[in-house]
């Protein structure tokens, strides 16, 4: 089993939507990562966490520590927003490396 | 303004060869990382530097050899090239070590060996 755990693991949505994409892991960590890779391959950061919530734009993270769970919203979804989302925890016991979960592949149709 | 970029795009190279892999980051910043991620698209740490300095080596064949001749570029070279090489590596910067920190991608280079 993996540290960190995505699901779904893909999920289709008409635009406009609600999206929830869930990462849920089984260590202590310092630190929450959110990366979106697009269908070219590029990888962007989203947001890195510790504790409660950020928002940029259409996009909202959240993590809860005591249930080691985190979540990330789209709302409104736009097709654009098709893209491999991954998350990715420090955790104390890995050092001062990232471990990443296996990704949620998010087709947004027109 | 390319903030992390990584030289080649693509690689074809047979087994056995020799390549190199580089990356150069002009945001300043102090920490570089190698990633490898592979056909079942997991991003995996390969290896980091803290200001020229090795801070993570994961358990990697010593075919691997990452190189840092200043902070803000990270080379990796791969001897003996194998066909389970076949990925796609990611070169990252951030300002502070330790994955506390944003890290900023580079736009990869896909491996084929062939």
């Known amino acids: 089993k993996n540290e960190v755990e995505q699901s779904p693991q893909n999920l289709t949505a008409q635009e406009g939507e609600f999206i929830t994409i869930n990462c849920s892991y089984s260590?202590?960590?310092?630190?929450l990562h959110w990366l979106q890779q697009h269908p070219g391959g590029g990888i962007v950061s989203l947001f890195m966490?510790?504790?409660g919530k950020k928002k940029h734009g259409r996009l909202i993270a959240t993590i809860n520590i005591q249930e080691k769970h985190s979540s990330l919203h789209i709302t409104a979804s736009h097709p654009r927003d098709s893209a491999v989302y991954i998350c990715?925890?420090?955790?104390?016991?890995?050092?001062?490396?990232?471990?990443f979960g296996g990704g949620t592949r998010v087709l947004v149709k027109p | 303004d390319t903030a992390v970029s990584q030289t080649p795009k693509y690689l074809v190279t047979q087994m056995g060869n020799d390549k190199s892999i580089k990356c150069e980051q002009n945001?300043?910043?102090?920490?570089m990382y190698w990633y490898k991620q592979d056909s079942k698209k997991f991003l995996k740490i390969m290896f980091s530097?803290?200001?020229?300095?090795?801070?993570i080596n994961e358990t990697v064949p010593n075919r691997f050899s990452p190189k840092s001749p200043d902070k803000a570029h990270l080379n990796l070279h791969i001897n003996s090239l194998e066909l389970g090489d076949s990925a796609v590596y990611f070169c990252?910067?951030?300002?502070?070590?330790?994955?506390?920190?944003?890290?900023?991608f580079g736009p990869g280079t896909r491996l084929t060996v062939l």
């Open positions: 990252a910067s951030s300002q502070a070590a330790g994955g506390t920190d944003t890290q900023y």
């Open positions: 260590v202590g960590i310092s630190a």
């Open positions: 966490l510790s504790s």
């Open positions: 990715a925890v420090r955790s104390y016991a890995a050092g001062n490396k990232l471990t």
């Open positions: 945001l300043g910043h102090d920490t």
């Open positions: 530097y803290n200001n020229k300095e090795l801070i």
